[in-house]
């Protein structure tokens, strides 16, 4: 057996799936780009004045490892009123960004050889950041007929004696599906019947449409010590490059070792952005409203769109900014139709196979982008599956 190391871990794994087909686009005048998984919104004024104040006023210094207790103290507040999860300061520590709250969680679980659960089409990050932390990721396929939602059966075949961990993603990335309450309680009652622990990635949880409500799973009876929960500003408050994110576990074991990597890792989030942070929280919340608003309007244009389409479809996205299209009746791979869609009409799409195993016959559309881009970029695709 081979010994595992990071570096031949990073030797195995392949760069983004997603950055290969923006790195094509690059310098390709015209180009619509349906590939950038951020808002397209400036960061609210009040929370940009926060961080300038804080610059101002010689905010400049390190902040404790876990993050400003103001904020860690507002992110509690939040997560009790809002997500029904009731974890004190001392058990959320503010992170750069969900990226590494995720792999802070995945990194302090799993011991070499233990095996992960992820839910497939899946986050480009999982599957990597489990192989770099000496696991196996085991994917689970989420069916487009189930509207990739992930069946608790189909979870529970996949166990074994080595399987220590489920990460889940709701809102999804990449397909835009939101797990019902209902769904949750039979995935959270597995969990406990195998004492597994779940890091709960939700990150699109204030970006939801037509209706639907998001649950935290970790808000569910008997969770609360086994779920990691990750979230993040970036998307709700349109603070991206910010890199401001968060976790939370009542698991103290658990959250000690997280904190010892992040200490010794990047020490402590940015100072000055941890304030902007703050003001996020506790400043008024209608552009919060307003963009998801706006999103829901972007993604019912291009669901009618694409629901027009010849030998393609979609399921209607219920969150997130994304919409899967099925691809399979064009006969091509994902690969090759994202490359020749950019060549011929240049529209930047992300490959399914970029998701995991079972999603070469989807491409990823994201909408946040003006609704006149996406009209546009529509135009553009049905001229070239009229071609194909």
């Not at 570096?7 to 015209?30: N, V, W, Y």
């Not at 490892?65 to 103290?73: Q, S, V, Y």
């Not at 689970?140 to 007929?145: A, I, K, R, S, Y």
């Not at 004696?161 to 809102?171: D, H, K, Q, V, W």
Request: with cysteine; charged share 25%.
């Amino acid at each position: 057996m081979t010994k595992y190391s990071i570096p031949s871990a990073l030797d195995s794994i392949p760069k983004s799936g997603i950055r290969r087909l923006f790195d094509l686009a690059q310098g390709m005048e015209g180009a619509i780009n349906l590939g950038i998984g951020e808002p397209d919104f400036d960061t609210p004024p009040h929370i940009v004045r926060a961080s300038i104040k804080a610059l101002e006023k010689g905010k400049t210094s390190y902040s404790p490892n876990a993050g400003l207790l103001d904020l860690r103290k507002a992110v509690s507040k939040k997560m009790k009123k809002q997500n029904n999860v009731d974890v004190s300061e001392n058990e959320i520590m503010i992170t750069v960004g969900g990226g590494e709250a995720l792999s802070l969680a995945i990194q302090s679980l799993i011991k070499t050889g233990d095996s992960v659960l992820v839910p497939s089409p899946a986050f480009v990050a999982y599957v990597p950041t489990i192989i770099l932390s000496g696991g196996k990721p085991i994917e689970v396929e989420c069916l487009e007929d189930e509207n990739f939602i992930l069946n608790a059966d189909a979870l529970e075949e996949k166990i074994t004696e080595n399987t220590e961990l489920l990460i889940l993603n709701s809102p999804t990335n990449p397909t835009g599906a939101v797990i019902d309450k209902k769904d949750l309680e039979k995935i959270s009652d597995i969990v406990i019947e195998y004492n597994l622990k779940v890091i709960s990635d939700e990150v699109y949880e204030n970006l939801i449409y037509d209706g639907k409500k998001h649950t935290s799973i970790a808000s569910l009876n008997g969770m609360a010590k086994n779920v990691i929960t990750v979230n993040s500003f970036s998307k709700t408050y349109s603070m991206t490059g910010w890199r401001v994110g968060y976790l939370s576990s009542k698991d103290e074991v658990l959250f000690d070792r997280m904190l010892k990597l992040h200490m010794y890792g990047p020490v402590c989030n940015n100072t000055f952005a941890q304030f902007g942070a703050l003001e996020a929280l506790n400043g008024p919340q209608e552009f919060v409203k307003n963009m998801r608003d706006e999103f829901e309007n972007r993604k019912n244009l291009l669901f009618k769109r694409v629901k027009k389409m010849e030998n393609v479809s979609a399921i209607n996205p219920k969150g997130a900014f994304y919409l899967f299209m099925n691809i399979s009746q064009t006969k091509m791979g994902s690969e090759e139709f994202s490359e020749k869609l950019l060549k011929a009409e240049k529209v930047v799409t992300v490959p399914g196979s970029a998701f995991g195993q079972y999603s070469d016959d989807y491409v990823r559309l994201a909408y946040p982008l003006k609704k006149e881009k996406i009209d546009e970029a529509c135009d553009r695709l049905e001229r070239f599956l009229s071609k194909s």
